[in-house]
């Protein structure tokens, strides 16, 4: 083979190679690849019935959903709990209460600031910035004292303006004692000024000078969570001062306990004390009042009128 025949054929062999390797032709017969769609996750169980706007559905299950700064207290459970701690008869007669439904309670009385950010809104009416029959002057700045001087009404208003409502005394009494028969809120441990359990006097105040100079820091509020020792635990939070600090407005009218069985109390709907009310329930106990005040079944009456320096509140959310 000549020279020249060679060095054609050996261009010719090299043509064919990067043909085949660099301009590759898909054969007719390919199909294109398509990637498997994953598989879509299984719908998580639904509740049913369906959960209420204090708890949320998890796995099939509801589960306490309540804000922050609220605490979820459960139900009572068919048998309910004994309320009250007098004979038959008596304004606080013993009877069973039955609470069918959960409720979120706020962990801490209404503070100066919240309640001040209502009235900076137009929404709230101002407090009574003054006792005239006291030397005490409650101040507007305290930002994490509770709010003090305002009546059922302002108190009342506060509550439905943020979609919630006074607590009422079953709510509050099962809130504070669980209904295991402790004297208090935190146990059966006697308040000492010493033992950070509560603020409020010894012996209580002077019927002279009822909001002097008394209590266990010398007279006034204590700021909210002052005395953790005091709290009453439940398992999604703690609860302060539903003994000392502040006496606390409820829903309820000040009247008998009824004798019987309630399931469910409506201040509203029982026969006794259906509409408007002159004289309302208080809890709780204050600074100025003493340790008898502060256990879990007592209970006294304020005038819906009054605003006094030892009388504030919270509130509860309660299901749709």
Not at 49 to 56: Q, V
Not at 116 to 128: D, F, I, L, M, S
Not at 157 to 164: S, T
Request: glycine letters at 12%; hydrophobic letters at 30%.
């Amino acid at each position: 083979m000549s020279a020249r025949v060679w060095w054609l054929a050996m261009l010719s062999l090299a043509a064919c190679g990067k043909s085949s390797h660099d301009s590759p032709v898909p054969s007719a017969s390919a199909a294109p690849r398509v990637e498997a769609a994953p598989a879509a996750a299984p719908a998580p169980p639904a509740c049913t019935p369906a959960c209420n706007g204090i708890e949320r559905c998890d796995a099939g299950r509801c589960v306490p959903n309540c804000a922050a700064g609220e605490v979820y207290v459960p139900a009572t459970g068919p048998g309910g709990f004994e309320m009250g701690r007098g004979p038959r008869g008596a304004m606080d007669q013993k009877h069973t209460v039955v609470l069918t439904r959960p409720f979120c309670m706020d962990e801490t009385e209404v503070t100066v600031a919240a309640y001040r950010e209502c009235v900076n809104a137009g929404t709230c009416t101002t407090p009574q910035l003054n006792d005239l029959n006291s030397n005490f002057r409650p101040e507007f700045q305290r930002d994490e004292h509770p709010i003090n001087m305002v009546n059922f009404g302002q108190a009342k208003h506060y509550c439905e303006n943020h979609g919630k409502s006074l607590p009422t005394e079953a709510q509050f009494e099962w809130a504070a004692g669980h209904g295991d028969g402790r004297k208090y809120a935190w146990g059966d441990l006697e308040p000492t000024c010493e033992n950070g359990t509560a603020d409020f006097t010894p012996g209580g105040s002077p019927h002279s000078d009822p909001a002097g100079d008394v209590g266990c820091h010398g007279g006034g509020t204590s700021k909210v969570r002052a005395h953790p020792k005091g709290k009453s635990g439940w398992p999604n939070g703690d609860l302060y001062d539903l003994g000392g600090n502040l006496w606390e407005w409820t829903g309820d009218c000040y009247v008998h306990y009824p004798s019987d069985k309630v399931v469910d109390p409506d201040p509203q709907a029982h026969p006794s004390i259906a509409g408007e009310c002159y004289v309302r329930a208080l809890r709780g106990g204050g600074w100025n009042r003493s340790k008898e005040a502060l256990r879990v079944a007592w209970r006294a009456a304020s005038k819906k009128t009054y605003r006094v320096p030892a009388l504030g509140f919270r509130c509860v959310r309660n299901p749709r």
